[in-house]
């Protein structure tokens, strides 16, 4: 059978009131206890407690054998803040393969409810040893006095738990929270005076407790047997009571039975009786309908005959009344018609008169705005006639002058490149100048 914990769900209150309160001593207990910022949660189940830490800011490795439960607590880890996922992680890995495959020490390993479930717990309490820093801690809870369960295999009081944690660590504090017992160990060089007449009083008082837990739920069960004991007597007794009242219904039954067989015999002769009379009148009845029907069906022959002739004729009557006033009323109409129809012709020449005038006005101004259109289109056509053949002119003149500049500037150009020339050049300057003194 598959060890699956459930104490996410019972911290959450899902598995009852009594199992809430315990598991979030239990919890709370450790979390406060977890010192240093880098943890191990061995059996860390559905992450709880891993992830109460990691919301503090604590870097925390969850680790568990059975992938249901750390499947849980991933998904549980995906409800939570960016800045809580970034602090916990979760691995289905035993305690041993992990710690073998580290190359790191922890501030802290948490071993909840673990110990009990092995066969040689001080294996786990030496690996946690060796994997703690040198001033390391070391917190354990286990289950205090008798725990049944498929997979436990030790039961621990205070004894057998203390001397086990006190093989590798210093006991800094015993704490007995209910049902279970407490251990918060560290691995620095320190003296433990916790084991004495103290502590034993302390662990007489939890096991009180626990005993008086136990007393109350078999003092609580006890008188809910007690209860049930009776509730079973009274329902037995119904139950005597009720067959007694059976077998007195059973002998009334079998009297009305014979009763009522003798009335339904009595009714059976009674109802034959009655259908053979029944079946009697019946046929005198269907004998005197026949006849009645007979006589019916020849007056009732001529009867419709006549129905027949008298409906039709009203029916040509109603149409042709209905014919007449339909045809007075189209004349009228037909007259009121004629009577408008002539209004509109004699409208609609009158504005047909008026609009030929008027189009013929309109006609007459734009034959002559079209004739002084005409005549300024030629003059304008002229005009760019004439303009048209100016340009050209121009632009031969100016073709010819450029043809002149070019053949000025050649000629210049030679003239200049000589020193007959440079010197003809610097005189003509110099004479510029002096006619410009003279001036």
Avoid at 11 to 24: W, Y
């Amino acid at each position: 059978m598959k060890n699956i914990d459930r104490i996410a769900e019972a911290f959450n209150g899902k598995l009852g009131q009594e199992m809430m309160e315990s598991s979030r001593s239990r919890v709370h207990w450790m979390c406060s206890h977890a010192k240093g910022e880098n943890i191990l949660d061995v059996g860390c189940s559905q992450g709880t407690v891993s992830i109460i830490l990691a919301r503090e800011g604590k870097r925390v490795i969850g680790i568990d054998i059975c992938r249901e439960s750390i499947d849980y607590a991933k998904r549980s880890l995906d409800e939570e803040d960016e800045s809580t996922r970034s602090f916990v992680g979760f691995e289905c890995i035993d305690f041993v393969s992990h710690v073998k495959n580290l190359d790191q020490t922890y501030d802290c390993i948490i071993m909840g409810e673990v110990l009990e479930h092995l066969s040689d717990p001080l294996r786990f309490v030496e690996h946690a040893h060796n994997t703690l820093t040198t001033k390391g801690f070391f917190v354990i809870t286990v289950p205090f006095g008798i725990n049944d369960y498929h997979d436990h295999k030790r039961t621990y009081y205070l004894t057998e738990i203390y001397n086990t944690a006190a093989r590798f660590f210093v006991v800094l504090e015993v704490a007995f929270l209910g049902s279970w017992i407490g251990l918060v160990c560290t691995k620095a060089s320190t003296s433990s005076t916790l084991f004495g007449d103290r502590l034993f009083s302390r662990a007489e008082g939890a096991f009180y407790e626990v005993e008086r837990s136990l007393v109350n739920k078999v003092s609580s069960l006890k008188s809910d047997l007690d209860k049930a004991n009776t509730k079973y007597r009274q329902v037995s007794e119904q139950y005597t009571s009720l067959k007694s009242d059976q077998s007195i219904h059973e002998k009334e039954s079998d009297k009305l039975a014979k009763v009522l067989a003798l009335k339904n015999k009595e009714l059976d002769e009674t109802t034959n009786r009655y259908t053979k009379a029944l079946a009697e009148r019946t046929e005198l009845l269907d004998e005197a309908t026949k006849r009645y029907t007979q006589a019916l069906d020849e007056h009732s022959s001529e009867r419709t005959e006549l129905l027949e002739n008298l409906t039709h004729c009203t029916t040509e009557l109603g149409n042709a009344v209905k014919l007449i006033t339909t045809t007075d009323a189209d004349l009228q109409s037909m007259h009121a018609q004629i009577t408008i129809l002539k209004n509109e012709k004699n409208e609609t020449n009158n504005r047909y008169t008026q609009a030929l005038d008027l189009h013929a006005a309109e006609r007459t101004a734009l034959l002559d705005k079209l004739a002084y259109s005409n005549t300024e289109l030629n003059n304008t056509t002229s005009f760019l006639a004439t303009t048209n053949a100016d340009l050209q002119r121009i632009h031969a003149q100016v073709t010819d002058l450029q043809k002149e500049k070019s053949s000025y500037q050649w000629k210049l150009n030679r003239i200049t490149n000589t020193w007959c020339g440079r010197i003809a050049l610097r005189a003509y300057r110099l004479l510029r100048k002096i006619k410009r003194a003279i001036k």
